[in-house]
Every structure is written in C-alpha cells, then in structure tokens.
C-alpha cells in the first residue's frame, strides 16, 4: 500500500454454487490496521468467521456488500456477475478508493480506478481478507434465510454448493426460483 492512498480490497462468495446469489466485498482499512486472525475466509473457521465480522466492520474506513443474484448470473453468466458484484459494493463506498486490489485475475475497470488482480490475494492482503470475511459470511446468513423457505435442500449445511445431497435434491424435487438454471449436472455426477 502506498502511504495515504485509498486503496479497497474486493472479493467474492459463491462461484461455484449451484443456487442462490454471488455476494461481494469491498472494503477499505487503516493504514494501520492489523490482527493475527484474518485471513483467507476459506482458512477460517465458520465462527472465525463471524469473530471477525463485527471487528472489521467497525474498524475499517469504509466497507460495503452487494450481491447478483441467480437470474442475473444466467443472463450474464458467473464472472461477469461476480465482477458486476465487485462494482456494486465499490459504488457504496464513501470514500471512493484510489486504488483497487482484486482477489483472482479478473476483472474489469471501474470508474477509470487503477486496479490490481492478485491470485490467492486474500491470503496475501489484509483488505481482501477481510472482504473476503465480509462477503462470505453475508453470503451465508443470505443462505440461511433461504433455507427457511427452501428446506429439502440442506442450505444450512451445503450453503448452495453442489454437494451429493444437494444434487440428489435438485434431481428429485427440481429446481427452485433461486437455483442458477444455466448450471447443470447429470445424474452420474450423483
């Protein structure tokens, strides 16, 4: 980080799953800020998780969450949905960074910000982390909600992710209105 730049870290949960919304981050911290826990949200335990949560939130300048949901990651398909995502969490920020770091190595310009990709950055920097943090766990509380309305899928458990049991779901009841129709699988993936 270069000193006094604004600089947001961006991530994002939920590629891979078979339903529901991708969610992403964006946040913006202190130059100073620092704790041992933070990492990669896939490092982390669910309850780290959530440790982690209300610390960033209160101490980062800025941060921000926006999700694209199921219909929209159809139409547009999951990269650029994930990257429409990004987009939508940076225009919540206030301030508006001058610099972005991007977990992956995609991407796509937004408002003429100098950007940054980094493969594995959200174990290698402190603001993708905890964008990575924030998406994941909104992401799952989203998943949760659904699960209410959608039990025989085991939401709560698999948080849309094709797990065996989900897909046995999908087979034998269809497809709900927030599963990702242009996702498919056979049944010899069972």
């Not at 694209?68 to 650029?80: F, H, P, S």
């Not at 709560?156 to 498919?184: D, F, I, W």
């Amino acid at each position: 980080m270069i000193k006094d730049l604004i600089e947001a870290g961006c991530d994002e949960a939920g590629r891979g799953c078979l339903a529901g919304s991708v969610f992403a981050a964006a946040v913006i911290l202190p130059p100073d800020f620092s704790n041992e826990l933070l990492n990669d949200s896939k490092q982390l335990t669910e309850q780290q998780r959530y440790t982690l949560r209300p610390i960033i939130e209160q101490q980062a300048i800025a941060w921000a969450v926006a999700q694209v949901t199921a219909q929209e990651i159809d139409q547009i398909n999951i990269l650029n949905a994930s990257i429409l995502a990004m987009h939508r969490a940076l225009e919540q920020l206030t301030p508006q960074p001058q610099h972005i770091l991007v977990d992956g190595n995609k991407f796509k310009p937004y408002n003429f910000i100098p950007y940054r990709t980094i493969v594995k950055g959200d174990a290698t920097y402190m603001s993708i982390a905890a964008a990575s943090v924030l998406a994941k766990t909104y992401r799952d509380d989203y998943m949760l909600q659904l699960h209410q309305e959608f039990p025989i899928y085991d939401w709560n458990k698999n948080k849309g992710y094709p797990t065996k049991a989900h897909r046995a779901a999908v087979v034998k009841y269809g497809n709900s209105p927030y599963h990702r129709l242009t996702y498919t699988f056979t049944t010899k993936d069972l």
